[in-house]
């Protein structure tokens, strides 16, 4: 066991666990902790001592400075490129450029958030950074929020108004404190603890037999759902239209009932599915991996497109400078 811990350490073939739970924020990513992410792309990188990607920038900002923060899911995150192939820094390089002006992008991605969870993020741990803009990176599925982790921030509607709950089980708390020197310490039991709670999310005989499992005729929950929950509603009714804008990642529009509440708080959209579809209607498909011959999460053209076309709608919107 300990040769093979060590084979799979220095391989990288699985990494220890890449998160802590803290007071501010639930769980969360480990302060300077080092990965190398294979899958789709090929990454190697570290969480800044401020616990997000990218340079660490610090929560006061220099003055004449423009500070952008990101929000959205495992499409923000990016662990498929490195730093310098992310939209991130490519963005942070365009908008220097064009604005000749400094300019500090800072990466808050985290796979899995929908719309509630970054909501809650910012509120607990982003605005302390003190960002100009904050743009929402959504896809249809994130407005309809899970909050499922017990040990993350959840959100609620309490006297007409939204909380942000930092109330953790207990019970988690314990078990998490008791496992987690085992977890971020040893790439083996982590590998297994992962498999354990994707066996449980998704059911062990539908990832045995993949697509041979017995598919159900039940439409998708998504399909089933005709009305924005509250909670959503209220997200974006307690968004600030000069400071927050939600952009659409999904390769198709968003919801009807969703963008007329935009458009009923003046909140700004930027659509990145049409350049998305324009570059797969052309024959290059921002999904599609080449060298895996896989299709996911935007590769390094993908994210080329999408940092240029946020930083012409930004200009375009004026009041960055």
């Known amino acids: 066991m300990v040769i093979l811990e060590f084979f799979v350490s220095v391989t990288f073939i699985a990494e220890q666990s890449n ?7 639930g769980r969360g990513r480990r302060a300077g902790f080092q990965y190398v992410k294979f ?3 090929f990454s190697i990188g570290q969480f800044n001592e401020y616990r997000y990607m990218g340079p660490g920038y610090p929560y006061k900002k220099k003055s004449g400075t423009i500070r952008i923060a990101l929000l959205g899911d495992s499409y923000v995150e ?15 390089e365009e908008l220097k450029r064009k604005l000749n002006q400094d300019v500090e992008i800072l990466n808050f991605g985290r796979s899995g958030f929908d719309l509630a969870d970054m909501y809650c993020y910012n509120e607990s741990f982003v ?3 003190n960002p100009d803009v904050s743009l ?11 909050m499922t982790d017990p040990l993350q921030l959840t959100l609620k509607f309490a006297n007409d108004s939204l909380v942000v709950s930092k109330q953790f089980p207990i019970q988690y708390i314990q078990v998490f404190n008791k496992t987690k020197w085992l977890i971020q310490h040893s790439s083996i039991l982590n590998m297994l603890n992962n498999c ?4 449980n999310a998704e059911g062990v005989m539908p990832i045995l037999f993949d697509k041979l499992y017995p598919i159900s005729t039940e439409e998708s929950s998504l399909e089933k759902k005709f009305k924005l929950p509250v909670i959503t509603a209220e997200i974006v009714n307690n968004m600030d239209p000069d400071q927050d804008i939600i952009v659409n990642r999904d390769n198709k529009n968003l919801e009807l009932e969703f963008l007329e509440l935009l458009n009923e708080n003046e909140l700004s959209l ?3 599915s049409d350049t998305i579809n324009y570059m797969k209607e052309n024959g ?3 999904n599609y991996w080449i060298a895996t011959k896989k299709y996911g999460h935007w590769n390094q053209n993908g994210h080329k497109a999408v940092a240029k076309i946020i930083a012409d709608r930004l200009i375009d919107r004026n009041g960055l400078n």
């Open 19 to 25: 998160n802590d739970v803290y007071n501010d924020i």
């Open 136 to 146: 929402y990176f959504i896809s249809n599925a994130d407005l309809y929020p899970k």
């Open 78 to 92: 990016g662990f498929q490129v490195f730093d310098r192939n992310h939209f991130r820094k490519l963005l942070e």
């Open 39 to 41: 899958g789709e792309g």
């Open 284 to 286: 290059v498909d921002p």
């Open 270 to 272: 930027i659509q990145v």
């Open 127 to 129: 605005s302390a950074f």
């Open 196 to 199: 354990r709670k994707i066996a």
